[in-house]
């Protein structure tokens, strides 16, 4: 048997062949487990108590579905390598493979691919699939729960904006809100000293990622500092940087909801406000920085699978899950802790996400160094 490290050799193919199937039995296995735990009787007493209809149910459980899948590749990952190399130790076909000179760094080489391969499908998970999922998933969830309770509605808004000094600088009115739009606005400008202009809008609503109103319809009367008017104005479309303690009832975007360059822009958007929570602004930052760092914790335990099993004793498949299980909550609650410390600010961001990886990996690479020797 000629194998080379520049090609696929047949034994790679054997591995890797191996390794989908036990892949997909332990992706199918953690995210139904994670559904059952995370979503599911949730949901189910949600519809007992007549606050779903179960097709509503349904649909949220489905786009619930790559959320849990997320978290399940690291652990698939690490049971398809476990078992893997566990059976083929137990089958002696690891000693038969080290009889004809190959080395234990060539054996892993296939688990090496196989979890660079898992890695790169995490991060289009995290990155892409789970944030639009779980945003569809809450907006038909909201919207449910919001037919069964009635429609939020207020009226006659009135909010005053201060400046400096406890100065006013204006003066918003909005005939009504729906929970989601403003409607008949008006907004009186005061923010030169003086009242320099007048805005009307049949419509407004609050666009948080850019950090403005949007009002629809609208004029906007232009005043001299005598009082007089300047000039009259007619939009369709016009933005205007105002509080966004206007936006009424309305949560901040999760950050579970957004992909990286969504959180970024969300990120560079609270920078700019001076006024910012800066625990939650220091907690956005991390997990900015976990949505990177998450998918590679796949090729550490992918590595520390195979180390694992390719050791004489060989794991059946209740040890391999208890394995996985135990491994890879250590990793979470480790991962928790320090993150804990990164948004206290004890942290760097970037070294709260990267710690937890950097220590797994380390313990990759010293049990494959053990299991070579």
């Not at 409607?183 to 407004?204: M, P």
Request: hydrophobic share 50%.
């Amino acid at each position: 048997m000629k194998l080379s490290l520049n090609k696929f050799s047949i034994l790679d193919r054997y591995i890797v062949g191996e390794l989908n199937l036990a892949f997909i039995f332990g992706l199918g296995l953690f995210s139904a487990l994670g559904v059952a735990v995370g979503s599911l009787f949730d949901l189910l007493a949600q519809v007992r108590e007549s606050r779903l209809l179960f097709d509503v149910a349904l649909k949220v459980m489905a786009l619930k579905m790559p959320e849990f899948i997320g978290f399940a590749l690291p652990m698939a990952v690490l049971l398809a390598t476990l078992i893997v190399y566990s059976r083929l130790s137990g089958d002696s076909e690891i000693v038969a493979l080290r009889s004809l000179g190959i080395s234990v760094y060539r054996l892993i080489l296939p688990a090496l691919l196989f979890s660079i391969l898992v890695t790169t499908l995490t991060f289009i998970f995290k990155d892409q699939v789970i944030p639009r999922a779980n945003a569809q998933a809450t907006l038909i969830l909201d919207q449910a729960l919001q037919q069964q309770q009635g429609e939020f509605r207020d009226e006659k808004i009135i909010y005053p904006e201060y400046g400096e000094d406890e100065v006013l600088k204006r003066l918003f009115y909005a005939a009504e809100f729906d929970g989601k739009q403003m409607r008949d606005l008006t907004i009186i400008d005061r923010s030169n000293g003086s009242l320099n202009q007048i805005v009307t809008a049949e419509a407004a609503g609050w666009d948080l990622a850019r950090n403005q109103w949007n009002f629809q319809n609208g004029i906007i009367y232009l005043i001299n500092a005598d009082g007089s008017s300047r000039n009259v104005l007619r939009f369709d479309q016009h933005q205007i940087q105002l509080s966004n303690e206007l936006d009424l009832n309305q949560e901040e975007p999760k950050h579970e909801d957004m992909s990286l360059a969504e959180l970024q822009r969300y990120i560079a958007t609270l920078a700019a406000q001076p006024d910012r929570d800066e625990t939650n602004f220091r907690k956005l930052k991390v997990r900015f920085q976990e949505k990177i760092s998450f998918p590679f914790i796949c090729l550490a335990i992918g590595l520390i699978g195979a180390a694992i099993g390719l050791r004489p004793q060989s794991a059946s498949k209740a040890t391999g899950f208890g394995l996985c299980v135990g491994l890879v909550f250590g990793y979470y609650f480790m991962a928790f802790m320090i993150s804990s410390v990164g948004v206290a600010g004890y942290l760097h961001p970037i070294l709260a996400a990267w710690l937890p990886n950097l220590i797994v990996m380390a313990i990759a690479m010293g049990l494959v160094y053990q299991t070579a020797k």
